[in-house]
């Protein structure tokens, strides 16, 4: 039985202003730079086949940070699969908007002409289907909407669990196939 490990990335300038933060290639500031370190100690020991980290800055700085400080000696994949849900025009604004909040908690809607939480589910769990049929022990580095669709593929949900879940900053979960 393989195991996923699924860790958010380290904390950025952004999360701390409480600005929605998609596609913007934005750097961990130096809170998310300790988190990631930190986290790095529950990988110690862990068995790994696999790193794959969204294409995003915040991403490949915690997996780069995480193989770093816990030891693990393998290269680190990108696939565009796991990158942060297009949020389109509310990319930047304040996560208080009231046109962003009423948003937000619709599936099928795609966020301000990006994407929607549909489509996010549909290429995470594309990604799932493989890594379940490969059988290897991997560890993924991915961001906040991310994260809530591979919950998804693990634990049943209602709408208000699925909207509601947030993985902190830096939070390792752990799954099996």
Known sequence: MAKLY???????EWNVQNRVCGRADIPLDEAGVAQARAAAVQ????HLERVIA?????????AQLLLEES???LPIEIDARIIEQDFGSFDGLDRAEESFRQQRRQAPL?????ESAFDVVHRVYSLLDELRADQRDVLLVCHGAVSRAIRSYFVSMTDGEYFDYLAGNCELVEYEF
């Open 54 to 62: 969204s294409p995003l800055m915040r991403a490949r700085q915690t």
């Open 110 to 114: 795609r966020q301000g002409g990006g």
């Open 43 to 46: 990988l110690r020991g862990v």
């Open 71 to 73: 030891g693990i000696a």
């Open 6 to 12: 699924v860790i958010r990335h380290g904390q950025t």
